[in-house]
């Protein structure tokens, strides 16, 4: 590996998690992850060859996509309770 070829690396590295990573970042499985896939509900990755790999602001936008709004919520329970 060239000394440009690891400095792309280690640049890509900052970016990007492996799914044992991600795993741990969410304290999930290694397994889980790899379902959220299979079930498309997951965060969206990059395949590299077999180098599977999740951009952290891709993984970021995932989980602000899936924030639960208290407001609405309890606005729907009110309005059944009625």
């Keep these: 590996m060239t000394m440009e070829t690891a400095q792309i690396t ?3 590295r900052l970016d990007y998690l492996e799914p044992a990573e991600l795993a741990r970042e969410l304290d999930v499985s290694p397994r889980t992850i790899h379902r959220w896939h299979v079930m498309r509900i997951g965060p969206p ?3 590299i060859g077999r180098t599977v790999l999740y951009r952290r602001e891709s993984v970021r936008q995932w989980l602000a996509d899936r924030e ?3 407001g609405r919520a309890s606005g729907r329970r009110l ?3 009625r």
């Design 10 to 12: 280690s640049i890509v």
């Design 45 to 47: 990755r990059v395949t």
């Design 68 to 70: 639960e709004r208290q």
């Design 79 to 81: 309005a059944a309770a």
